[in-house]
């Protein structure tokens, strides 16, 4: 079992640019889960999807943040027109279950500069 | 809605020592309750986790929480830290049946050799 998979660990955009996170829950697990990780605001929900319907979006900020699930072995936090307050450590997180022991990725630490 | 107080933003203890976290939560129904440790430059890794039962729950590494439902509290402790224990640890708290895990702003451990 290789865990939660995040890819890309690190990702340096221009301000106005697109990032695209990636990440790979653990096989089997029907919750999944992103976080942004600052050191301003600490850990902050950001989206929630069970078998891979998006079931609570309510941390994401509305204009430029999406995310899916396209399929049971990966979703994708979207930025568009990327901005310097967007830099963090975005953490994706899966659970066999939601409300249960989660399981985290390492990260992508997103820098817009 | 549950939330999860940790106090102590940093707490320095010399290797050897014993140690004790603070964890206060809020919830209107008995939770699940959950310690989490996270390393530089990795994501965050489950130290214990209490469902329910014998509310001294044993975890990785020697460590122990304490479950209280009359102080509603769930604090952390290990009888003697090693400078490796040196990371940031988050309480967190979910509602049975429910899908949110809130989390602490973190407390961050130094262990002075």
């Known amino acids: 079992n290789a865990g939660v998979i995040q890819t890309p660990r690190h990702k340096v955009t221009g301000k106005g640019q697109e990032a695209t996170l990636w990440c790979e829950p653990i096989?089997?697990?029907?919750?999944v889960f992103w976080y942004r990780q600052t050191i301003v605001q600490g850990l902050e929900f950001l989206t929630y999807f069970r078998n891979q319907a998006p079931i609570d979006d309510s941390g994401m900020p509305k204009e430029r943040f999406s995310a899916q699930m396209p399929n049971q072995s990966h979703s994708t936090l979207k930025i568009q027109s990327t901005q310097p307050q967007d830099s963090a450590v975005y953490l994706c997180a899966s659970s066999s279950t939601g409300g249960t022991e989660v399981f985290f990725g390492k990260g992508t630490r997103l820098t817009v500069v | 809605a549950q939330s999860v107080t940790q106090p102590d933003a940093r707490v320095t203890v010399s290797e050897g020592a014993s140690l004790q976290l603070r964890c206060k939560y809020s919830?209107?129904?008995?939770?699940?309750l959950f310690w989490y440790v996270q390393y530089p430059r990795q994501g965050l890794q489950l130290l214990l986790k209490?469902?329910?039962?014998?509310?001294v729950v044993q975890g990785v590494n020697g460590f122990e929480a304490e479950f209280s439902k009359s102080n509603s509290s769930f604090h952390l402790r290990k009888a003697s830290v090693h400078w490796s224990d040196s990371a940031v640890y988050f309480c967190?708290?979910?509602?049975?049946?429910?899908?949110?895990?809130?989390f602490g702003s973190g407390t961050r451990l130094l262990v002075s050799p």
């Open positions: 919830s209107s129904v008995t939770p699940y």
């Open positions: 209490y469902y329910s039962g014998d509310p």
């Open positions: 967190a708290v979910s509602i049975p049946g429910g899908y949110k895990v809130v």
């Open positions: 096989s089997g697990h029907s919750a």
